[in-house]
């Protein structure tokens, strides 16, 4: 019997999911959704589903996955829309750059007991240099040896806890398991904080009297600051994000400011050993950081580990994929 699992609005983790399950065609049929009716027929022209479908009810009616992958401001809505169609034991995962907030509306909007997770990939390293990729942008490897935030609350059951790793399994990732409040600390700073800091550039220099003339001879320094502003969470209510995750944004704005401003004294002071220091800190903590994302070659503290069976694709989809069945 083959298991449905309905992908959700597909950005691009969602179609990457999609086109990364394409393989486990004889056991799994990929159902895709979303409002943008051109998207989503590009994305079915390219394998990314099996079918599709124009109402999100019909998408999840029957489904043993749903997979959300909305931008922040729709998560609440989508909740509300698939509570009055799913099954009870059908399991919700859902991606996300904000997760205590998201738990309080499962919470809310969800029939109790229902199997809920929230995760968050980490790409592909290859792909983090793609300056024209765009959101939209699906690829069968860009969770490939990369690890796959999972982050349960204090209810989250098993059968939610082993579908994930089951996935992260079958999408070539590694689970890295963790919980809300952690979670949502480390994507104030990796996640928020960038967006931030590029609107902050953008909107001083836009603002300012001299962008006429500054905006004909902007450089690549700006360019690369500029687009991270285009990589936001949000389909209209900008900011939504950084509001349902306050506390840890407003600390990490906090920290970034104190830096600026340390070096606003170096430069007025003429203190050109700390500029210096400082630049030079930057440039080898970047350095240092790039060649350990590129490598996989991590020295951290070990995070606890939840036992994961080998045999994670016969419980998702009951079989391996036909191309693989002679390679045990």
């Known amino acids: 019997m083959s298991t449905k699992i309905a992908i959700l609005g597909f950005g691009q983790t969602g179609a990457s999911i999609g086109l990364a399950l ?31 479908e124009v109402k ?26 698939i509570a009055r169609e799913i099954k009870p034991e059908t399991v919700v995962l859902c991606f996300s750059v904000v997760f205590r907030t998201i738990y309080d509306w499962v919470h809310e909007l969800l029939p109790a007991g229902q199997p809920f997770i929230l995760l968050h990939p980490v790409i592909n390293p ?3 240099a793609d300056w024209n990729d765009t959101l939209q942008t699906p690829h069968a490897d860009l969770f490939e040896k990369c690890d796959m935030v999972i982050a349960a609350d204090h209810g989250t059951s098993s059968r939610a806890m082993q579908t994930a790793s089951d996935l992260t399994t079958l999408l070539k990732a590694r689970p890295y398991f ?11 700073a990796v996640e928020q904080l960038p967006l931030l800091n590029a609107a902050a550039v953008i909107n001083t220099l836009t603002h300012s009297p001299g962008w006429g003339d ?4 902007t450089s690549r320094a700006f360019f690369r600051t500029a687009s991270i502003s285009m990589l936001f969470d949000e389909e209209e209510y900008f900011g939504i994000t950084s509001l349902m995750n306050r506390e840890n944004t407003a600390r990490v704005l906090d920290e970034v400011i104190a830096e600026l401003q ?5 430069i007025t002071e003429d203190d050109e050993d700390g ?18 994302r590129t490598s996989g070659e991590w020295e951290r503290e070990e995070k ?15 079989g391996k994929p036909r191309d693989l069945k002679d390679k045990r």
């Open 275 to 292: 500029l210096r220091k400082t630049l030079h800190d930057a440039r080898q903590g970047y350095k240092l950081w790039l060649d350990q």
């Open 214 to 217: 500054a905006r004909r001879i």
């Open 178 to 188: 963790t919980e809300p409040a952690e979670a949502d600390g480390i994507f104030a």
């Open 262 to 266: 340390e070096m606003r004294r170096m």
């Open 56 to 81: 999100l009810p019909d998408a999840v009616r029957g489904a043993d996955i749903v997979v959300i992958d909305f931008p922040t401001d729709m998560v609440k809505d989508a909740l509300r829309l």
């Open 126 to 128: 290859e792909r983090l």
């Open 304 to 318: 606890p580990e939840v036992p994961v069976s080998g045999n994670s694709l016969e419980r998702l989809f009951g």
């Open 22 to 52: 394409a393989p486990y065609n004889d056991k799994v049929t990929r159902v895709g959704h979303s409002a943008e009716v051109k998207l989503m027929k590009k994305a079915a022209a390219e394998g990314a589903f099996d079918r599709t």
